[in-house]
């Protein structure tokens, strides 16, 4: 099995910064695309930033320039950056994976959508 693990969420002021960090662990053959999506009371869940496993990179507008996906592959870890927080960025953030990992019958392999538990920010005006 896979899991993913994130941490770095707390409460912060307004203009303050956080880094969030989310490590897949278990059969992992190799990750492809990681994300970062957020979902705030009321509303529903939006991707923030993903990243391929080459690289590039994708924003949401509401971030963009704020925010800094990123990610080591040799530590199965992506990191999200955020700088110049604001009230609105408040929610819970999950970090998403694509993942390759052992088919059920272990004679193969197979593509794995995996979410993190979810990393609470707050963000006080």
């Known amino acids: 099995q896979v899991q993913l693990v994130e941490s770095g969420g707390g409460l912060v002021q307004a203009g303050g910064s956080l880094r969030l960090s989310c490590a897949a662990s278990g059969s992992i053959f190799s990750i492809n695309a990681m994300g970062w999506y957020r979902q705030a009371p009321g509303k529903q869940r939006e991707l923030v930033a993903a990243?391929?496993?080459?690289?590039?990179?994708n924003y949401a507008d509401s971030v963009k320039g704020r925010f800094t996906i990123s990610r080591d592959n040799a530590k199965n870890t992506v990191y999200l950056q955020m700088n110049s927080l604001k009230p609105e960025d408040t929610a819970v953030y999950y970090c998403?994976?694509?993942?390759?990992?052992?088919?059920?019958?272990?004679?193969?392999?197979?593509?794995?959508?995996?979410w993190g538990q979810g990393t609470l920010v707050t963000v006080s005006s």
């Open positions: 990243i391929t496993s080459g690289g590039s990179t």
């Open positions: 998403n994976a694509d993942i390759v990992g052992p088919s059920a019958t272990n004679r193969g392999y197979r593509y794995l959508e995996v």
